[in-house]
Nanobody, 124 residues
Framework: QLKLVESGGGLVEPGGSLRLSCAAP????????IGWFRQAPGKEREGVAC????????DYLTSLKDRFTISRDKGNNRVYLQMNSLRPEDTGLYYC?????????????????WGQGIQVTVSS
């Protein structure tokens, strides 16, 4: 069973940057559409950014498109989420998800595998 592992979270000041990494030890992430999702306290989980197997199609939460970038590193079998100009409202638990689908990326689709999540806190 695919197991996803997130890394790169932590505490950052407003305006700062973080890069989250999603890995799948023993599996080829290149065979899955990958998405980053987040859940803030008291709120539902929302799709942040998703990337197709080819890497040519991406889907972003519209409000984040100018600050967040999802990318694949096929050689290292990882998917990254670069987060810039972070704001306190970006605070939350960030999850990496996967689904086996060869079409266009869609964060609204049903993802079948998940990591345990990693905390991102934006605070001064």
């Amino acid at each position: 069973q695919l197991k996803l592992v997130e890394s790169g979270g932590g505490l950052v000041e407003p305006g700062g940057s973080l890069r989250l990494s999603c890995a799948a030890p023993g599996f080829r992430l290149n065979d899955y559409e990958i998405g980053w999702f987040r859940q803030a306290p008291g709120k539902e989980r929302e799709g942040v950014a998703c990337i197709s197997i080819s890497g040519l199609s991406t889907d972003y939460l519209t409000s984040l498109k100018d600050r967040f970038t999802i990318s694949r590193d096929k050689g290292n079998n990882r998917v990254y989420l670069q987060m810039n100009s972070l704001r306190p409202e970006d605070t939350g638990l960030y999850y990496c998800g996967a689904r086996s689908y060869w079409g266009s990326a869609d964060c609204g689709a049903t993802y079948t595998s998940w990591g345990q999540g990693i905390q991102v806190t934006v605070s001064s």
